[in-house]
C-alpha cells in the first residue's frame, strides 16, 4: 500500500528493475494479443465454452456479469455503443467485454454458430470498421503451439521444427504492438502468421516450442525480425528485393542454400520449380496505364539471381517496376518466387522459375533438408540468419538495465 503512494516513475523504475534482474524467462510469462480478423471479424458473432463454464467479465471493472454452459451458444453484438451477448432470454450489456473459461475449457467463437474454433486465453472485443473485431489474449507458447504447425508441416525433422519454432518467436517479438491502434499485436493470418487456435495444435510442434522456450534471434541489440519463406529455390532473396518497403539487414542479406555437391537443399519439394504464361491480353489488363504489352523485360537482378527490376513496354508507354511489386500485381499464385527467367511464347511470356514465397529468411524446406543432412537448429538459423545471434530473452532483458 506504500508503494502504491509514490509517484509513477519510481514504480516504473521498480517494474524496470524487476525485468532487469529478473532470473528466468519462460514463454509462459509474455501474454501475446492476436485479433481474430480471418476467423472472427464480423457484425455478428457467436461464443461459446468448450467445457466448465464460460464468465463474461467487464475488463474495465473485473466484475462477472453473467455465466454460460457449454450448451449455449452466444449472439454477439454491437447496439448503441455497447457490446452486448445474447442467448435465449438472457442479455449482457457494456461498453467494455471479455470472454473467459471458468472450470477448465476453452472459449470457442466463429461468425456462425456451426463453426465455433477454440482458443486458449480469454477473448476480448472492439470495434475496427464498424464491425466486432475479435482480441484473443493468450500466452506466448499457446500461440506458438497454435500457429508452428499451420506455418511448417509438423512431420518436418524436429529441428528444422525447432529452427521454425525460434525464427517465429522471434518474427512475434519484433512486430508486438504492430497493430496498436486496434489494442492487439499481430493478426491471425497473413502477413503476420498463421493463427489455428487450440484445434491447429500437434504434438511435434509443441515439442519444438517448448525445447526452444525463451531462445529468439538478435540483430544490434534487437530481436530480429526472423521473416521466412517455403522455398527460396537454392538461394534467399536479399530482404530489400523480396519484400516490399524494406530497408537491406545483413542478417536477410540472401545466401546460398546448396550442400557441398551445390545441390539445394529445398529441391526435395514439390513446390522447387514452377512455371507460368504470362498472356499479352492479362498483362495489359493488369497494366492499363501502359496499353497493350508489347515488351516485358528484366532489367535488373540481384547478386541472388532474384528479378530486382522489371520493365512493361506498350502502346501507351512503359512502366519499370520492383520484383517484389510485380509479383504483388499479378499475385503469388502465378508468380510464386522472384527466382525466374523469361522466354517470350506466341501471345506473351513464359516464366520459368525456382522457389515458393517471397524467398527472404530462413527456408523451411531448406531447413528440412539441412536436418536430414545432419544439421542442428542452430546450425540452421545461423545459416540463415548470418550475424544474427540465438540469445535467451532473459538475457535481452538483462542486457537492457540502464
Known sequence: MQFLCKPLWVGVLMLGLYLAYAPTYRDSDWLVRVGLEHSAWADTLYVSISSG??????????????????????????????????SDRLSISAQRLAAEPSDGGFVMVSTAPNTLRR???????????????????????????????????????????????????SFTFSRLNRYRQWGYDLCDHAPCQ?????????????????????EVLRYNGRVLEAVYTSNCGGHTAPIEVAMLGTRPLPPLRGVPDTDPTGKPYCALASNYAWE????????????????????????????????ALIRL?????????????????????????LQFELHSEGMGWK???????????????????????????????????PGATLVSLHILQTRARP
Open 53 to 86: 463454464t464460460l464468465r463474461w467479465v467487464d475488463p474495465s471493472t473485473g466484475i462477472t456479469l453473467g455465466i454460460g454452459t457449454p450448451n449455449q451458444v452466444w449472439m454477439l453484438r454491437y447496439i448503441d455503443g455497447q457490446f452486448r451477448a445474447q
Open 276 to 307: 507460368t504464361f504470362l498472356s499479352v491480353a492479362e498483362l495489359s489488363q493488369r497494366f492499363p496505364e501502359v496499353g497493350q504489352i508489347r515488351e516485358l523485360q528484366v532489367v535488373q537482378r540481384a547478386s541472388s539471381g532474384h528479378v
Open 119 to 169: 482458443y486458449r486465453g480469454h477473448l476480448e472485443w472492439t470495434i475496427r470498421d464498424g464491425k466486432l473485431l475479435t482480441i484473443n489474449w493468450v500466452a506466448l507458447d499457446d500461440y506458438l503451439k497454435a500457429t508452428l504447425p499451420r506455418e511448417m508441416p509438423p512431420n518436418f525433422h524436429p529441428e528444422a521444427l525447432k529452427a521454425q519454432a525460434v525464427a517465429a518467436r
Open 194 to 214: 498463421v493463427y489455428g487456435g487450440v484445434d491447429a495444435e500437434h504434438p511435434a510442434t509443441n515439442a519444438a516450442v517448448e525445447a526452444t522456450a525463451g
Open 313 to 337: 513496354r506498350g502502346a501507351r508507354g512503359e512502366r519499370t517496376l520492383t520484383g517484389a511489386e510485380f509479383r504483388l500485381k499479378l499475385g503469388a499464385t502465378r508468380i510464386r518466387n
Open 351 to 385: 516464366l520459368t522459375g525456382r522457389g515458393s514465397g517471397h524467398g527472404a529468411g530462413l527456408c523451411q524446406w531448406g531447413a528440412h533438408g539441412r536436418a536430414l543432412a545432419g544439421q542442428s537448429y542452430r546450425q540452421i538459423l545461423q545459416a540463415y540468419y
